[in-house]
């Protein structure tokens, strides 16, 4: 995936695809800025850096001074919970995560970032520190493709993987391991409230890329009768004819979306809006992340 991630620039904007209104361009920006010195206030000087305590205790106002920061922390959190293990189309939903998560890994080493990537399965997360090493992305991606193998198809419990990913939120706000750019690939199953709670807290100082991992079943039954599901123990005899069973199926994809969706609209005290975007199973990874970045549908 390596020589395949220098076509991408996850610093430009990228557009938010079907499913959402408007063509919703969002640019990464990140903080940028690190503390340098205090100087004398001079006028045209920006107010909003004025240093209060300085000011308070020398009786003259005082700013700060920030210099550019050109290296960004980037967080990538890799969902491979069993609802990834699931396809109806082209490659499994946790198979397509897993190869994004390389893509944007290799690209964020290139532009000279440091990286930290997490793992989440259904017994917890995993992962590696923030490093410029491509020694720590490899280890980290054979962690990937260790959890991808052990995946199967048997029976969850359907609140188990969020309470995984919300606790991994949970962990990088409480040891402020929170880059200023955070990616999270998965397919938000089971969406709940203090998920969507944690990415508004984390909103406050990262900028917010979330890619939505989607089969076309997920999206829409086909219409013929005796449909059967299984989750790998039992199965279950669905009429994909029932017109009401089909409208309250497609709500519940569209539900979520919009859940996500409400997110687009709460800048954090970056300025930046979080970001949505649906990748398919169908299609491979990479022509997906460049018709985002090109703001093609």
Known sequence: ?????????????????????????????????????????????????????????????????????????????VDQSRSMFFAS???????????????????????????????????????????RSKENLVAGLKQLVEANQQLAAVAIKPKLK????????????HSRQLGRQLYIISDFNALAEPLLDLLRQCNASAQIR???????????????NNLVASDGVGQLLVDGLDRKFQLNYKQQFEQKCQNLQRLQAVAGNNGQPLSLHIIHTEQAALPQLLALQSGRH
């Open 162 to 173: 969020n309470c995984s990913l919300t606790q991994c939120l949970q962990q990088l706000l």
């Open 1 to 77: 995936m390596a020589p395949y991630s220098r076509l991408l620039d996850l610093k430009g904007p990228w557009r938010s695809k079907e499913l959402f209104s408007g063509n919703n361009a969002s640019r990464i920006k990140g903080r940028g800025l690190d503390f340098a010195e205090l100087k004398n206030y001079q006028p045209g000087d920006d107010v909003r850096h004025m240093d209060w305590k300085k000011t308070h205790s020398s009786g003259r106002p005082h700013v700060r001074v920030f210099e550019e920061d050109k290296e960004q922390k980037v967080s990538l959190l």
């Open 210 to 224: 979330l890619l939505l991992v989607v089969d076309p079943l997920e999206q829409r039954l086909p219409r013929a």
């Open 89 to 131: 189309q082209g490659q499994m939903k946790s198979v397509v995560a897993a190869q994004l998560a390389s893509l944007i890994g290799w690209r964020s080493l290139s532009d000279g970032d440091r990286l930290a990537l997490q793992i989440i399965t259904d017994s917890g997360s995993m992962g590696r520190p923030f490093s």
